[in-house]
Nanobody, 127 residues
Framework: QVQLQESGPGLVKPSQTVSLTCTVSGGSITFGYNYWTWVRQPPGQGLEWIGYIDFDGNTAITPSLKSRTSISRDTTKNQFTLQLSSVTPEDTAVYHC???????????????????WGQGTQVTVSS
């Protein structure tokens, strides 16, 4: 059973860069047609898909965040990382990492279907 666990700083100041890491256990991030994903949920709002890094190391990021977001991986540690730069209070949210498989309806124009899901880590942007 694949399990995911996020880790991060919790509190960051505006204009800084936040780095979040997702540690995966129970399966390799390079195995299978999986898309290792970051999503976030701002307070009182719905889930926002941020992007993914896939089994081959290819990435895709939502256009609204693309200019200040990168997703990378460390296959030796079975981890993938989100970096979000120039943060503002609007980036305050619970950030989750998740696994979305190639069979997800999203890849056929439907909605996201996450096969595995981390518990989330709170990121607060405040001076």
């Amino acid at each position: 059973q694949v399990q995911l666990q996020e880790s991060g700083p919790g509190l960051v100041k505006p204009s800084q860069t936040v780095s979040l890491t997702c540690t995966v256990s129970g399966g390799s991030i390079t195995f299978g047609y999986n898309y290792w994903t970051w999503v976030r949920q701002p307070p009182g709002q719905g889930l926002e898909w941020i992007g993914y890094i896939d089994f081959d190391g290819n990435t895709a990021i939502t256009p609204s965040l693309k200019s200040r977001t990168s997703i990378s991986r460390d296959t030796t540690k079975n981890q993938f990382t989100l970096q979000l730069s120039s943060v503002t209070p609007e980036d305050t949210a619970v950030y989750h990492c998740a696994r979305e498989a190639a069979g997800s309806s999203w890849f056929r124009g439907g909605t996201h279907e996450y096969a595995s899901w981390g518990q989330g880590t709170q990121v607060t942007v405040s001076s």
